[in-house]
């Protein structure tokens, strides 16, 4: 969601009032009560036309949304396949309309990595990999970080070689982990896990523990430490991306965000990013870049990280394409 989206639902819902609002919290995410959270903490005065502006606004939306559907059952299908793609959407067709449950590992998601490092710090690694596949690869790469070197190493070899979690394994993992997972025979295989879950997860580590934990691999299985390091985007690789693409992304990063990310980029990155602004903002950046001084590398890869999430937003949503890596040019 872009920051004026995100002011807009913060404004909407401190026009409701407590009540009402509490109870549209219930249906959002850890993520995304965060987010909303921030934003309505950051609103301090709006102007009655600007609530009346987005308070008309959505009515408009609500009131041209029909709520008769004749089969819900196929409307879920239908929906999800169309937002989420094949695989995303039986996944999560199988936990909505044949009783899955894995209410316990929804619980993990309102945990800090920290609280969540510490009470997998005793599980097999196995375990460990199974419910970090459940997890947004952000929340998992946090809690990996805070595992031992050997642990994690442990636990990203399974992430890598796993090729889905039979309904008998959540069972066994519902015994265990305070019925964090659990299924019914009923349930097909989950599909998850594997070199692009891995991927993604070791992405979001940073560059030293990402080393350690790519050399852990190749020592076991050479062929799939490349792999894995075929699937994984770094910031570098936004050169990559085509101009429209580009563009797309400049429109969701802050202009703080960009100016410390691109202190670390490829001076031909930098170049690819200009040319993709008008020539009033490229000379802006120019100027700022020059004028920021050293930055700390932990502090340019921190917003390196978050510009690479929003790539990764925009590339589940289909609104760009991430060239490179894979055999069909898709991360």
């Known amino acids: 969601m872009s920051e004026d989206g995100l002011q807009d639902a913060a404004i909407l819902l401190m026009s409701l009032g407590e009540a009402e609002a509490a109870e549209v919290f219930k249906f959002l995410s850890p993520k995304e009560v965060q987010k909303l ?21 959505f009515a408009g ?17 239908a929906v999800l396949k169309r937002a989420l793609g094949d695989d995303k959407a039986t996944l999560l067709i199988d936990r909505i309309l044949q ?31 199974a419910i970090m596949v459940h997890l947004d690869p952000d929340q998992s ?3 990996l970080k805070n595992l031992t070197e050997r642990q994690r190493n442990e ?15 959540l069972k066994d993992l519902n015994e265990v982990m305070f019925q964090v997972l659990s299924g019914t025979d009923k349930v097909r295989k989950s599909s998850l896990g594997g070199v692009k879950t891995a991927a993604e997860m070791i992405n979001l580590m940073g560059n030293a523990i990402e080393s350690t934990v790519i050399e ?3 020592n076991h299985d050479p062929d799939l430490a490349q792999k894995i390091m075929d699937k994984m985007f770094v910031f570098d690789d936004l050169i990559k991306i085509d101009d429209k693409g580009i563009q797309m992304l400049l429109k969701e990063v802050a202009s703080d965000a960009l100016i410390a990310a691109l202190k670390g980029a490829q001076p031909e990155l ?8 008008s020539s009033r903002a490229a000379e802006t950046l120019r100027e700022d870049l020059d004028s920021r001084g050293p930055m700390r590398l932990s502090e340019v890869e921190a917003q390196q990280k978050e510009v690479l999430k929003i790539v990764r937003r925009l ?6 394409v991430l060239g490179g890596g894979g055999d069909d040019a898709m991360v």
Do not use: C, F
């Not at 636990?155 to 394994?169: D, F, H, K, W």
């Not at 930098?270 to 602004?277: G, R």
């Not at 590339?315 to 760009?320: R, S, V, W």
């Open 37 to 57: 959270g921030e934003a309505i903490a950051k609103t301090k005065s709006i102007s009655r036309e600007r609530v009346e502006e987005v308070v008309d606004r």
């Open 216 to 218: 852990s691999i190749r």
């Open 315 to 320: 590339a589940d949503e289909g609104q760009i």
């Open 155 to 169: 636990v990203m070899l399974r992430v890598a070689t796993m090729e889905g979690i039979q309904p008998t394994a």
């Open 270 to 277: 930098k170049d690819k990013i200009l040319a993709n602004m």
């Open 141 to 143: 790469a946090e809690i």
């Open 99 to 129: 009783g899955g449950d894995i209410s316990g590992i929804e619980g993990l998601k309102w945990m800090d990595a920290v609280s969540v490092a510490e009470l997998l710090r005793n599980e097999h690694p196995q375990i460990v990999a």
């Open 61 to 77: 939306v609500a009131e041209s949304q029909s709520l008769l559907v004749t089969d819900s059952g196929d409307y879920v299908r």
